[in-house]
């Protein structure tokens, strides 16, 4: 068991690498709080966690506020009485084909709240009770969009900006026991990259996720347990000399 024991906090656990992340730790031991606005998924994502035969306790809620970030901790802290791990995955695609840069102001300020508040409201939240034990560990979802065009200007913008944050609060608390890193995923089969919320047919998502993963050089998309391997990787006590780091999961794209 990897994670034995340990609490993990995960947002957007209701959906693709949230829940795929909280199943995954909770099979090495981990018990998690699925912290989500999503209530219907986040009890499936619990049913998943305790399937795997550990628990979960569900706080639905909207995790870019420091209310709903500190209401997620605190439930955390009062079941299970501690907080090991923050996995920072919550996030919304932007959706404007062109012109990015000219996106609605709504469009702008919605983005930057869901993708890189939530990062500063949970991790807020949730790194005094990691420093009041002298351990934890905090891993935000980035992406390839940090360091490539694609996803649009607000979107790349909030992912450049978390693996800012993370190297800059990494070296903060070096010394004090938390550790803090990123993982970037490259095209992946979620939810949010096959249209399915944008109300594409289940062929059309097919040839979206095709020919997204003919760009890659492994010719073809991810799975969402790429990326839950890499953050159980960085949950687990095998990264204890790791920090302030990007974790790229992309099967080639940014060096092809
Ligand atoms: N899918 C990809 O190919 C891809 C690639 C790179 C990075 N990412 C990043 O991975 C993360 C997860 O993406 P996914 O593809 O699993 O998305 P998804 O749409 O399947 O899941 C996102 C979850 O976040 C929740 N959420 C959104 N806003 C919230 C809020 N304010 N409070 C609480 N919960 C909220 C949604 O309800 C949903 O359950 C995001 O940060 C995304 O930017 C995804």
């Known amino acids: 068991m990897r994670v034995q024991d340990k609490v993990a906090i995960v947002t957007g656990a209701s959906s693709g690498f949230g ?3 909280s199943v995954r730790l909770a099979q090495e031991g981990a ?8 209530e219907a998924g986040g009890e499936e994502t619990a049913r998943q966690v305790k399937a795997a ?8 809620g909207d995790i870019s506020a420091l209310a709903g970030a500190r209401t997620a901790v605190e439930r955390a802290v009062a079941r299970f009485g501690r907080l090991d791990v923050l996995v920072n995955n919550a996030g919304i695609a932007q959706t404007d084909a062109h012109d990015t840069w000219d996106a609605p102001e709504e469009t702008w300020d919605r983005v930057i709240r869901v993708n890189l508040r939530s990062v ?13 034990r002298g ?21 790349g913008a909030t992912k450049g900006a978390i693996l800012s944050y993370t190297r800059h609060v990494a070296r903060e608390l070096a010394a004090r ?3 803090v890193n990123c993982v ?3 095209y992946m089969r979620t939810p949010m990259s096959s249209g399915e919320r944008l109300g594409l047919s289940a062929e059309e998502q097919e040839a979206r996720l ?11 998309t991810g799975s969402v347990d790429d990326i839950a391997n890499a953050i159980l990787y960085l949950a687990s006590d095998e990264a204890a000399y790791v920090t302030g780091q990007e974790i790229v999961v992309d099967g080639g794209y940014l060096i092809r």
């Open 53 to 60: 035969g550990s628990e979960a306790e569900l706080v639905v």
């Open 210 to 220: 095709d020919s997204f993963g003919q760009r890659v050089p492994m010719q073809r």
């Open 120 to 132: 500063y409201a949970c991790s807020k939240a949730a790194i005094p009770v990691m420093l009041a």
């Open 135 to 155: 351990s934890g560990s905090v891993i935000s979802v980035a992406s390839i969009a940090a360091s490539v065009c694609v996803g649009g200007c607000a979107y």
């Open 31 to 38: 018990r998690i709080v699925i912290a989500d606005l999503d």
């Open 184 to 186: 970037s995923p490259g």
């Open 19 to 21: 829940r795929a992340t």
């Open 177 to 179: 026991g938390v550790r």
